[in-house]
């Protein structure tokens, strides 16, 4: 029966009227996206002062020459980004542990944990990049490196250690106590419990705002020019402190733009994956 | 005069999966009409469908002399009129008992606050639930949290209600309170579309039984006769199986 089904003329005309919806929302939707960025673009480009701006922020012979110079700097910030981001993953999910451990003998080790969050989060972390930066090198320790490069990459991972453990342990508390109990009574430990039954879930539950904390970290790696690495940042002022003109720093913006958007689009992925496998269905 | 609901060669498919295939069923003013089938057999899906939660993929959906499966028909309006409950309460957990209750009657009905938390006290109190007006759904047992969804349904004086299996999630024992507040809704007159797996239940309240089997309602009839005399196979094993005896 089923397979001699063919669509009655009540449901043919019905697709008709669905597709000339959608059309419909297409039309709207492509009309308004376009009327609101030429409105966008006129209204910029007519304003009085957009002649000087372009000449100073969107000159096209300095974006040229100032281009390798600044890529240079912007390697140093995608290396900073990339060694740190794993680091502060790490070190993050550590602390956020630590203070959800319930074990007596790991008290200190919780309070620890609890003090550093509370320090590290509270101090900019420009300043924590300059005190490091230039505080550590001039205690002339010995075995310890005396690259500022070095110890501002730590200022960022410790900066962003607090920040990160924060988001893991508001995870680890959504998750609900139901789990935790049907855990224990298979008869996991609380450490097994943690590693195979609650960090699971609770990372899937805080990626969004974790890629948020990365994209924020992204972007800080330009405080390292606060210490004098020459950055991209670094190079773009050096470039227009020479030639009078802002455009550089447009440029290096450009550049910090095309960094992030693939990791947006990644965690865009992943959440859609895990929202089909796990909630298959549900409404 | 014609039904308030009619539902005509309704066909709904996911994928290659044919859940409704062909269903027809009239719904009087009145009637209380119990869908009844094993599980996997379209009773939730049809009332999804008549909620305007799924589209159909064939045939029409008349409420009331109106087309509501025509794809211009702004689904809200037709919600308005009907009250739906879900297998799981599906309560809001963020809010007490009573705001769940004047939720869409203050933001979608228009009424007052006073007039809302009024109309809703009294259905709560109505149905046993005067005590737990101020408290948050997750404090209750699953018996009363139904009764409260059953009560929110109501609170927009619906003129058709659909229950999907609303004793599926419940302890045998609190099966018990929540049909009895059905039972109090049928003797009113309430006009209801149920699916159920309360065989007794069904034969006591019902003035149709529809049996529906892989997508078809194979045989409707009153309940004594479905339930005593069932024409088709099917059904006959069907009853076997779920009856007690």
Known sequence: ?283 | MSALLEVQGVRKTYGDRVVLDDVSLDVDAHDVICLIGSSGSGKSTLLRCIDLLEDIDDGVIRFDGREISDPRVDPREVRRRIGMVFQAYNLFPHLSVLDNCTLSPRRVHGLSRREAEDRARDLLSTFGLADHVDKHPDRLSGGQQQRVALVRALCTRPDLLLLDEITAALDPELVGEVLTIVRQLAERGTTMVLATHEMSFAREVATSVCFLSEGRILEQGPPAEIFSNPREERTRQFLRRVLPG
């Not at chain 1, 597709?19 to 009309?31: D, G, K, M, N």
């Not at chain 1, 390798?68 to 995608?78: H, K, Q, R, S, T």
């Not at chain 1, 693939?262 to 409404?283: C, F, K, N």
């Open chain 1, 1 to 283: 029966m089923s397979s001699t089904w063919s669509p009655s003329e009540r449901e043919q005309e019905r697709r008709r009227i669905r597709r000339r919806q959608r059309a419909r929302s297409v039309l709207i939707a492509t009309v308004v996206t376009a009327g609101v960025f030429v409105g966008l673009g006129v209204g910029i480009t007519g304003s009085p002062g957009w002649p000087s701006v372009q000449e100073l922020f969107f000159n096209g012979f300095h974006a040229r020459e100032s281009f390798d110079a600044v890529l240079e700097g912007f390697w140093i910030n995608v290396k900073l980004f990339l060694i740190c981001q794993p680091v502060i993953l790490v070190l993050a999910l550590a602390v956020a542990l630590a203070r959800t451990a319930r074990s007596a003998w790991l008290v200190p080790v919780r309070l620890l944990a609890a003090l550093y969050t509370d320090v590290f989060r509270g101090i900019p972390t420009i300043l924590l990049v300059i005190l490091l930066a230039f505080g550590v090198p001039a205690l002339r320790l010995e075995g310890l490196p005396t690259d500022r490069l070095f110890w501002a990459g730590v200022a960022l991972v410790l900066s962003y250690g607090a920040y990160v453990a924060e988001v893991f342990r508001s995870g680890i508390d959504s998750i609900h106590p139901s789990q935790i109990a049907s855990a224990e009574a298979l008869a996991l430990s609380r450490a097994q419990t943690m590693r195979h039954v609650v960090v699971p879930q609770a990372v899937r539950r805080v990626v969004p705002p974790l890629l948020n904390d990365f994209v924020s970290l992204q972007k800080d790696t330009a405080l390292v020019a606060a210490a004098g690495v020459f950055d991209a940042v670094f190079a773009a002022r050096d470039y227009g402190n020479f030639n009078f003109n802002y455009t550089p720093l447009v440029v290096v913006a450009g550049f910090f733009v095309v960094m992030t958007v693939p990791l947006a689009r990644l965690t865009d992925w992943l959440q859609r994956r895990y929202a089909e496998r796990e909630r298959a269905g549900a409404r």
